[in-house]
């Protein structure tokens, strides 16, 4: 069993030919399944990747989507769209939405199980409040569009707590049926993950770049499972890192370039 994860690749970045060689350079490495972490293209083309992915990798594609997936849409719509392809192409699997088993957790392989969520930044880490760098994102994204700072980090927050909701709710699940659980998301979920030419965010920028509601419910639940071990599988960053913040606990941030999409690693079992 041979699990490929790639993260931010971007496609709306490559002309149809470039896409197209990429993805079937991917299917002659012969991956079983696919980990894809978010930002793989835009609100308006992202069905259409998706699909083109399936069409030619023919494997099972675990994904989630990134801040990138809802540009020029909205979250809600993109995300109710997903739904939809992944009823239509049953080997495309959205784990922000529950995965392909009951409770969200999926069997890679023996011992071995997957969870996934698209996460998003919720400014907790970092000083939201000075920061001056303004995201595409809340310009670009319905939900967060028209809307002031103050406005928005309520917005913010709500998405972070979505998502460790959902870990919350999946990730003990996931321990108890597996010795190894990955988690794939697309932001990183505490400070030590958030990678910028190998070094940690500062303030200005890392509130736009980490979720500290998951990366405070992983740390809680592993430290209550320290027989069991979690990968944390992100991205966002366009900068590779690793960070142990447990001893069970083990963040891989993988590293990206606009027009280069790559492999980030293979997990083999």
Known sequence: MRAFWLTDIHL???????????????????????????????????????????????VPIYFVLGNHDFYHGSIAGVRRAVDELCRLRPRLHYLTTGG????????LAPGVGLIGHDGWADVRVGDYERSLVMM?????????????????????RALGD???EHIRQVLPAALAENEHVLLLTHVPPLLAACWYDGRTSDEEWSPHFTCLAVGEACLEIMAGHPERKLTVLCG?????????????????TGGAEYGQPAVQRVFEY
Do not use: W
């Open 12 to 58: 709306n970045f490559l002309s149809p030919q470039e896409t197209d060689v990429f993805l079937e350079d991917l299917a002659a490495a012969r991956p079983d399944a696919v980990l894809l972490g978010g930002d793989i293209g835009e609100a308006r083309n992202v069905i259409g990747q998706l699909a083109r992915i399936d069409d030619v990798l023919a």
């Open 100 to 107: 392909v088993t009951s409770g969200g957790v999926v069997r």
């Open 136 to 156: 595409n994102d809340y310009r670009l994204i319905a939900e967060l569009a028209n809307c002031s700072k103050q406005e928005r980090l309520p917005k913010l």
């Open 162 to 164: 979505e998502a460790a």
């Open 236 to 252: 966002h960053t366009h900068s590779p890192g690793t960070c142990q913040p447990l001893p069970n606990m083990t963040v891989l």
